[in-house]
C-alpha cells in the first residue's frame, strides 16, 4: 500500500552520538517527529529547544527532508513569558507534563498541576499544546492503575478546567483511557504506540523476565490491549501515532535495575502496518500514521508518499548506538509482517540506516559496562 509520509508525534532522539545514531532511522520513515524533551538536562527554555533542533537537523542525512518539532520541559517553574517566547519561534510546538517520577529523566517533572495553572492558560491562549504522560506516581498506587487514577484525581478537572487547551495524552494503554478520550470535547486527542497495540503484559515474562518489553507506562492485560485496537478500528480523528520509541544501550536494559523503554524507532511503520493488518483496521492505517495528527496540532499535511509492502522484513540482533554501544530494536532477529520501502526523498537515510543495522549484538566487545541506573 502507498500512503502519505506519516509522522510520529511521540519521539526519543537522545544525545550525541546516540542521537546521531537513532536520528537517520526516524527520518528514513518520518517527514516530522515531535522531539521529546527529557535529557540530562531536560529542555526547559527555548534556547535549549533550539538548540536541541540544530543537534537533531545536523544528524538527518544529506538530502532528506526531515523536520524535529520540538517540545518544552514542563516543571513546577514554566513562566507564561517562556509560553511566549517558545511559541514566538514557530518552531516549538508543545510543552511536555511529565509527573516528577513517572519515567526516565523525569524527576525535574511538575510535582502539582495546580502550581502550573497559568502557564496552561497561557499555552491555551496562545496555541501551544499540551502533551501528557498520564500516569500517578504515588508509590502506594498499583503500577498497573497509574493511568486510569491520573484520569480521574488530575485530567478530567484540567479538561474542565482549561476548556481551549489542546491536550494529548500519550500512548494511552487502558480501555479506562479510550473511553476517556472519546468522551472528551475535539479539544483533546491521544497517541498509541506500536507496542502496546502488538503485545500484552505476557509478553515481559515470556520464558523469563523480558527487558526489552518493559516500557512505562507498562504493558497492560489483553482487555486493554483489545480496547487499544477499538480504537484504532473505530477511525476515529482523536488517535493517531506516536511511537514512544525509547532507546537505552543494552546493557542499561540487560541489567538487575534496567532501564524503561521499547525501542521501535528502526521500523515502526512496519510494526502499525502489521497491528493494523491484524486488526483488521488497514482502511484506516493512513488516517492514523498520517492525516489526525497534522489536523490535531493544525499543521499541514505532508505531500510525499511511502510504501509498505506485505512480505517479511528481517530485523537486526542490534544496532549500533553509542561508543561501544549496542542498541536491541524490538523483536530482534525476528520478523516483521510487512517491509517499508523508502520514498524518493528519503533514500538517502534508508541507507545510511541499512549500513549501521546489521551488527550482531554476539559481540561482547561491542557491549557498554552496566552502571545499573534505571533512568539513564
Same mark, same amino acid.
Given at each position: 500500500m502507498t500512503v502519505v509520509q506519516p509522522d510520529d508525534w511521540h519521539h526519543h532522539f537522545r544525545e550525541g552520538a546516540r542521537l546521531r545514531a537513532v536520528t537517520p532511522m526516524v527520518a528514513r520513515q518520518f517527514r516530522r517527529a515531535i522531539a521529546m524533551p527529557n535529557l540530562k538536562p531536560p529542555v526547559v527554555n527555548t534556547e535549549q529547544a533550539l538548540q536541541y533542533r540544530e543537534e537533531i537537523l545536523a544528524?538527518?542525512? /544529506?538530502?532528506?527532508d526531515f523536520e524535529p518539532l520540538m517540545t518544552l520541559y514542563l516543571t513546577d517553574n514554566t513562566t507564561p513569558? /517562556?509560553?511566549e517566547r517558545a511559541k514566538a519561534t514557530g518552531k516549538i510546538v508543545a510543552c511536555k507534563l511529565y509527573p516528577a517520577g513517572a519515567t526516565t529523566n523525569s524527576?525535574?517533572?511538575v510535582t502539582d498541576i495546580s502550581r502550573i495553572r497559568p502557564t496552561l492558560e497561557k499555552m491555551a491562549q496562545v496555541g501551544m499544546l499540551l502533551l501528557v504522560h498520564s500516569e500517578v506516581t504515588d508509590p502506594d498506587t498499583d503500577i498497573f492503575d497509574r493511568e486510569p487514577l491520573f484520569i480521574e484525581r488530575h485530567l478530567r478537572s484540567l479538561v474542565a478546567e482549561v476548556p481551549n487547551l489542546k491536550i494529548v495524552m500519550e500512548h494511552i494503554t487502558t480501555r479506562e483511557a479510550v473511553e476517556f478520550v472519546m468522551s472528551c470535547p475535539d479539544n483533546v486527542a491521544a497517541t498509541i504506540t506500536a507496542h502496546h497495540?502488538?503485545?500484552?503484559?505476557?509478553?515481559?515474562f515470556k520464558g523469563g523476565i523480558?527487558?526489552?518489553m518493559y516500557c512505562l507506562p507498562v504493558l497492560k492485560r489483553e482487555t486493554h490491549r483489545q480496547a487499544l485496537l477499538e480504537a484504532i478500528r473505530s477511525g476515529s480523528p482523536k488517535f493517531f501515532l506516536g511511537t514512544d520509541s525509547a532507546p537505552h544501550p543494552q546493557a542499561g536494559k540487560e541489567n538487575s535495575c534496567g532501564c524503561a523503554g521499547v525501542f521501535t524507532g528502526l521500523n515502526a511503520v /512496519?510494526?502499525?502496518?502489521e497491528a493494523f493488518d491484524e486488526a483488521g483496521a488497514l482502511d484506516n492505517f493512513e488516517a492514523f500514521a498520517s492525516f489526525n495528527g497534522p489536523r490535531f496540532y493544525g499543521l499541514p499535511q505532508n505531500t510525499s508518499t511511502v510504501k509498505l509492502v506485505k512480505t517479511p522484513s528481517q530485523v537486526p540482533a542490534a544496532c549500533p548506538f553509542g561508543p561501544n554501544e549496542l542498541l536491541i530494536p524490538l523483536r530482534a532477529?525476528?520478523?516483521?509482517s510487512w517491509t517499508f520501502e523508502a520514498s524518493a526523498q528519503s533514500s538517502a537515510a534508508s541507507s545510511a540506516t541499512t549500513r549501521s543495522s546489521v551488527k550482531s549484538n554476539n559481540n561482547a566487545e561491542d557491549v557498554a559496562p552496566s552502571n545499573n541506573n534505571s533512568s539513564q
Amino acid at each position: 500500500m502507498t500512503v502519505v509520509q506519516p509522522d510520529d508525534w511521540h519521539h526519543h532522539f537522545r544525545e550525541g552520538a546516540r542521537l546521531r545514531a537513532v536520528t537517520p532511522m526516524v527520518a528514513r520513515q518520518f517527514r516530522r517527529a515531535i522531539a521529546m524533551p527529557n535529557l540530562k538536562p531536560p529542555v526547559v527554555n527555548t534556547e535549549q529547544a533550539l538548540q536541541y533542533r540544530e543537534e537533531i537537523l545536523a544528524a538527518v542525512p /544529506e538530502g532528506v527532508d526531515f523536520e524535529p518539532l520540538m517540545t518544552l520541559y514542563l516543571t513546577d517553574n514554566t513562566t507564561p513569558e /517562556e509560553i511566549e517566547r517558545a511559541k514566538a519561534t514557530g518552531k516549538i510546538v508543545a510543552c511536555k507534563l511529565y509527573p516528577a517520577g513517572a519515567t526516565t529523566n523525569s524527576d525535574s517533572g511538575v510535582t502539582d498541576i495546580s502550581r502550573i495553572r497559568p502557564t496552561l492558560e497561557k499555552m491555551a491562549q496562545v496555541g501551544m499544546l499540551l502533551l501528557v504522560h498520564s500516569e500517578v506516581t504515588d508509590p502506594d498506587t498499583d503500577i498497573f492503575d497509574r493511568e486510569p487514577l491520573f484520569i480521574e484525581r488530575h485530567l478530567r478537572s484540567l479538561v474542565a478546567e482549561v476548556p481551549n487547551l489542546k491536550i494529548v495524552m500519550e500512548h494511552i494503554t487502558t480501555r479506562e483511557a479510550v473511553e476517556f478520550v472519546m468522551s472528551c470535547p475535539d479539544n483533546v486527542a491521544a497517541t498509541i504506540t506500536a507496542h502496546h497495540l502488538l503485545y500484552n503484559r505476557n509478553a515481559i515474562f515470556k520464558g523469563g523476565i523480558r527487558p526489552h518489553m518493559y516500557c512505562l507506562p507498562v504493558l497492560k492485560r489483553e482487555t486493554h490491549r483489545q480496547a487499544l485496537l477499538e480504537a484504532i478500528r473505530s477511525g476515529s480523528p482523536k488517535f493517531f501515532l506516536g511511537t514512544d520509541s525509547a532507546p537505552h544501550p543494552q546493557a542499561g536494559k540487560e541489567n538487575s535495575c534496567g532501564c524503561a523503554g521499547v525501542f521501535t524507532g528502526l521500523n515502526a511503520v /512496519e510494526l502499525y502496518a502489521e497491528a493494523f493488518d491484524e486488526a483488521g483496521a488497514l482502511d484506516n492505517f493512513e488516517a492514523f500514521a498520517s492525516f489526525n495528527g497534522p489536523r490535531f496540532y493544525g499543521l499541514p499535511q505532508n505531500t510525499s508518499t511511502v510504501k509498505l509492502v506485505k512480505t517479511p522484513s528481517q530485523v537486526p540482533a542490534a544496532c549500533p548506538f553509542g561508543p561501544n554501544e549496542l542498541l536491541i530494536p524490538l523483536r530482534a532477529g525476528e520478523t516483521v509482517s510487512w517491509t517499508f520501502e523508502a520514498s524518493a526523498q528519503s533514500s538517502a537515510a534508508s541507507s545510511a540506516t541499512t549500513r549501521s543495522s546489521v551488527k550482531s549484538n554476539n559481540n561482547a566487545e561491542d557491549v557498554a559496562p552496566s552502571n545499573n541506573n534505571s533512568s539513564q
